[in-house]
């Protein structure tokens, strides 16, 4: 029974790669010629909606989203930031952010990647957090798309931690951009994917993905000063959310 379950799982994982052998190409190619101007960057950013929905929906996983009352400025940028568990985590990230055209700033190994990192490096930031004038110029790039008008998603835990982590500690760039930008931070909360998509390629399966999207938290009257208190709000925020998630799913199991 249990070499069966394997093999489907495995069949599933196979799966994904067959469909981004077909998506990638077809839509990140589609994105090319709107990449070279900052003002057709909406177009291409349609196209990577296009990836991840279809990427969930193929994949069988659903998303219900809990959202505190309150209805975004369209022409605001924020700065985004969630829990990192799985890669899931960006196509969801992606479809939520319909209105809001954003870059995530991500790992520069994945430029590396035939095709797909030509049109990642073009659409996104990179960063090599072991060099610190890397960091210095990804804070630079980060503030000129700001002010191109797009918003910013940053995993301030710097990747997918352990799996016996449940949420790791926040690094400072996502509060410090926010700060010195004077935009909102939209704290995520996504509970259920690290276990239904993780690293391991025999394990997960398709189901329902449960999201809290947090009241936005304003940043035009803080300081520098009032980076870490604003970096541990929104971690224990997150992270009450998490364990919250949890007591409900062993609510629903008892």
């Known amino acids: 029974m249990k070499i069966i379950q394997v093999s489907l799982i495995l069949l599933w994982r196979v799966w994904f790669f067959i469909i981004n052998i077909f998506l990638i190409p077809l839509l990140a190619g589609a994105s090319i010629p709107f990449l070279f101007k900052e003002k057709y960057y909406y177009i291409a950013y349609w196209f990577y909606q296009i990836w991840a929905r279809s990427n969930l929906f193929l994949m069988g996983f659903w998303y219900v989203l809990e959202k505190d009352k309150e209805i975004l400025d369209k022409k605001k940028q924020y700065m985004i930031i969630s829990n990192h568990s799985s890669i899931m985590d960006i196509m969801l990230i992606y479809s939520l952010m ?9 790992k520069k190994e994945l430029a590396k990647l035939p095709f797909f990192g030509f049109v990642y490096k073009r659409s996104n930031i990179l960063i090599n957090r072991k060099n ?5 110029q990804v804070f630079k790039q980060i503030q000129k798309k700001i002010d191109y008008g ?12 352990n799996p016996s982590i449940l949420l790791d500690h926040f690094k400072n760039g996502a509060f410090y951009i926010a700060i010195i930008k004077k935009i909102s931070i939209i704290p995520f909360t996504i509970a259920d994917i690290k276990k239904k998509f993780p690293r391991s390629p025999i394990k997960g399966g398709p189901g329902k993905i449960r999201i809290k999207q947090h009241h936005s938290i304003l ?3 803080l300081s520098l000063k009032d980076k870490n208190f604003l970096k541990e709000k929104c971690f224990n925020l997150i992270q009450f959310q998490l364990k919250k998630f949890e007591r409900e799913k062993n609510k629903q199991i008892f």
């Open 98 to 106: 319909r209105n809001h055209p954003l870059v995530f700033v991500g």
């Open 132 to 136: 610190l004038s890397s960091c210095m």
């Open 150 to 161: 797009k918003s910013i998603c940053i995993f301030p835990e710097g990747g997918i931690p």
């Open 219 to 221: 940043t035009k009257n």
